[in-house]
T-cell receptor, first 110, second 114 residues
Framework: GENVEQHPSTLSVQEGDSAVIKCTYSDSASNYFPWYKQELGKGPQLIIDIRSNVGEKKDQRIAVTLNKTAKHFSLHITETQPEDSAVYFCAALYAGKSTFGDGTTLTVKP | DVKVTQSSRYLVKRTGEKVFLECVQDMDHENMFWYRQDPGLGLRLIYFSYDVKMKEKGDIPEGYSVSREKKERFSLILESASTNQTSMYLC?????????????FGSGTRLTVV
């Protein structure tokens, strides 16, 4: 089955800096790669996604890149703000079923 | 506002009890999923369903069963609760199997088995 590895497990940045979270996947059949943000006491919420026929996607301060050959994808957050502090999960999906990374706890220090 | 609703935010049950966790979605989604979330272990898939009365085992189905009698409702059943089932349980739904769509998650049920 699919295996998704996510790094780093914790990340601390100063407000205004950029943050990058990286994931690798094992199954070349995976064709959809969403990212979720989980705030304390809440369920994960989809924040951005990318499909296998696209190399990069941007939405305001967040962007995702995908390298299908290397089987890795990354989340980039620019100009971080304290409200970006949360746990971020990457996932790889095939035929409607997702496999998740173990999560990255991002702390943005004011 | 579309949503996935889990019936309880917090539950405390005794060892050996039969426990029902309920999940309802109002988005007419075909796919529904149950995950458990534990520190350091991420989200692990317990069971999922692509259609009414359909169910498939995920990665950690032991000790659990599910029921999907209606499209909007997916129930997780702990047949005989044990302390190692103390966890956060997350329900999610998504559109058609085979289509590439993200999940909508509920807020979770934190279950403690004593």
């Amino acid at each position: 089955g699919e295996n998704v590895e996510q790094h780093p497990s914790t990340l601390s940045v100063q407000e205004g800096d950029s943050a990058v979270i990286k994931c690798t996947y094992s199954d070349s059949a995976s064709n959809y790669f969403p990212w979720y943000k989980q705030e304390l006491g809440k369920g994960p919420q989809l924040i951005i996604d990318i499909r296998s026929n696209v190399g990069e996607k941007k939405d305001q301060r967040i962007a995702v890149t995908l390298n299908k050959t290397a089987k890795h994808f990354s989340l980039h957050i620019t100009e971080t703000q304290p409200e970006d502090s949360a746990v971020y999960f990457c996932a790889a999906l095939y035929a409607g079923k997702s496999t998740f990374g173990d999560g990255t706890t991002l702390t943005v220090k004011p | 506002d579309v949503k996935v609703t889990q019936s309880s935010r917090y539950l405390v049950k005794r060892t050996g009890e039969k426990v029902f966790l309920e999940c309802v979605q109002d988005m007419d989604h075909e796919n529904m999923f149950w995950y458990r979330q534990d520190p350091g272990l991420g989200l692990r898939l317990i069971y999922f369903s692509y259609d009414v009365k359909m169910k498939e085992k995920g990665d950690i189905p032991e000790g659990y069963s599910v029921s999907r009698e209606k499209k909007e409702r997916f129930s997780l059943i702990l047949e005989s609760a044990s302390t190692n089932q103390t966890s956060m349980y997350l329900c999610a739904s998504s559109l058609l199997r085979g289509n590439t769509y993200g999940y909508t998650f509920g807020s979770g049920t934190r279950l403690t088995v004593v």
